[in-house]
């Protein structure tokens, strides 16, 4: 039988030291996806036993590019906690993480609560407010190589997250123009049509997938609909900075 607590106390601990561990497959081939979720909500239990708050979900593998950069044809889900967040035009330490990578993002806030299977448009009425986001994947694996049921038990990748002003939830989000720039030079240009054709689709999947682990997307949760691109491996020195078309940017800068 897998033993969840252990993995979930070895994945948690790779991500406090940022270190890198091997795929828990190699060890437990016929590791499935719902013993990868029950490990991903006992590591999250550990971080908000250590003082950290439950603020919202991510979205992963949402789009073709995503996809084919990781190697996975599903989507996946993880959680955020507050200590996640990058404030906007603020910094991370790259000592404190893997092997980072920053990608493109749209952000929902959500104003009430929103639960199982609903259309994108019964989605988006749950909507308060959407902005650009940048999120910070950093697989806890050797060489970012993953199977499914690795990624969802090291929390989809999540890692940090930086979320630009909130803009009208009746800004029309389906085809925005984005750009990622570091340092001043385009590295990702795409589209927020890229996350299943419309980030509401991703929303209203994010409801449905959380009301299969008996969840909800709860009232003032932050919602990241997932990559509108491929990502961006992160250094030190480097200033990231997405502009979306119509919602504006947010931006961080990577430290030693």
């Known amino acids: 039988m897998t033993d969840i607590a252990k993995l979930a106390e070895t994945v948690d601990e790779a991500a406090q030291s940022a270190t890198a561990i091997a795929q828990l497959t190699f060890a437990d081939p016929d590791l499935s996806g719902t013993a990868a979720y029950a490990i991903q909500r006992a590591s999250i239990a550990r971080r908000l036993g250590r003082g950290e708050r439950l603020v919202g979900m991510k979205m992963g593998l949402t789009s073709r590019a995503k996809m084919a950069q990781v190697g996975v044809d599903e989507m996946v889900w993880g ?3 507050d200590k996640m967040r990058i404030e906007d035009g603020g910094a991370i330490s790259r000592a404190k993480f893997i092997h980072p990578r920053a990608e493109p993002e749209i952000a929902f ?3 009430r609560r ?3 299977a609903v259309s994108p448009a019964e989605a988006m009425a749950a909507v308060e407010a959407v902005a650009a986001a940048i999120e910070v994947i950093d697989s806890r694996y050797e ?5 499914f ?3 969802v038990a090291d929390n989809s990748s999540s890692s940090a997250f930086a979320v630009g002003p909130w803009a009208s939830p009746y800004t029309d989000v389906g085809n925005l123009g984005m750009v990622m720039e570091i340092d001043g030079r385009a590295k990702q240009i795409g589209s927020s049509a ?3 054709g419309h980030p509401a689709r991703s929303l209203a999947a994010a409801a449905r997938l959380l009301a299969e682990e008996g969840m909800a997307l709860e009232e003032g ?3 990241l609909a997932g990559g509108a691109t491929a990502a961006e491996p992160l250094s030190p020195g480097m200033h990231v900075r997405l502009v979306a078309q119509g919602l504006g940017q947010v931006a961080f800068s990577v430290g030693a």
């Not at 060489?143 to 199977?147: D, E, I, L, W």
Request: hydrophobic share 55%; net charge neutral.
């Open 79 to 81: 959680r955020l906690t």
């Open 109 to 111: 806030l959500m104003g």
């Open 114 to 116: 929103l639960e199982g």
């Open 143 to 147: 060489n970012f190589k993953f199977t």
């Open 149 to 151: 049921p690795d990624v």
């Open 194 to 196: 890229a996350i299943l």
């Open 221 to 223: 949760w932050i919602v």
